[in-house]
């Protein structure tokens, strides 16, 4: 069933919309994000989701006038941490206490490790690798979205520095990744539309070792 809603997606190039992704498949799109596996179970990453008309105008020029921006039902936009530090690890730490019962020498000491091995580095690595764990979030919400039937289409074809701008990430300490608007795909205009899945066959992209 998987495979088949995996085949019946594609990145749509032209959306309706007339057409309105129903919340609760948004919650639930959203929610497979949340779950999402990151290292270290960091999750240094967020997502906006943009349902403003007049905000995603100004994202769509940002985007190069990509029409999915603003006739889609949504744009999640997947920021990432701009850096790690003390306090976002820590951050963390409290959130796993408390959710699993209590503090334990063993989980502290796992996080001072990270702390000591993270924080140190600069910036720019830092952020390179809370935006890989964003990118394992953008493609369980492709997933999620093909299992609900809704269109996606990601996207890293825009101005990350306007989208940061117009949706005021610097001053929360996060970078634009890369962008997934949701909705669901036009009858007509989609040069995309009904054109069979390109990929490469199974013996030529999977290497087994025995």
Not at 189 to 205: I, Y
Request: a negative charge; proline letters at 5%.
């Amino acid at each position: 069933m998987l495979n088949e809603r995996l085949n019946w997606r594609y990145a749509t190039k032209k959306m309706d919309p007339s057409k309105t992704v129903p919340q609760d498949k948004l919650d639930r799109i959203l929610e497979a994000v949340r779950l999402a596996p990151t290292s270290s179970g960091l999750q240094p990453f967020e997502v906006i989701v943009v349902k403003n008309a007049a905000i995603r105008e100004k994202l769509k020029e940002a985007g190069f006038g990509q029409t999915q921006i603003t006739d889609s039902t949504a744009v999640l936009v997947f920021a990432a941490w701009d850096n790690y530090t003390d306090a976002r690890i820590d951050g963390v730490l409290a959130l796993t206490e408390k959710v699993r019962g209590g503090a334990s020498e063993t989980l502290t000491g796992y996080y001072d490790r990270l702390k000591a091995s993270y924080v140190p580095r600069d910036a720019d690595t830092n952020f390179e690798h809370a935006a890989r764990q964003a990118y394992i979030g953008l493609g369980l919400a492709m997933t999620a979205a093909a299992f609900e039937e809704v269109d996606a289409t990601p996207m890293e074809g825009f101005d990350p520095a306007q989208f940061d701008e117009i949706l005021g990430l610097r001053a929360r300490g996060l970078k634009t990744v890369a962008i997934l608007p949701v909705g669901y795909r036009a009858e007509e205009g989609d040069w995309l539309k009904g054109a069979p899945k390109v990929r490469r066959p199974m013996n030529e992209f999977v290497t087994v070792v025995e």
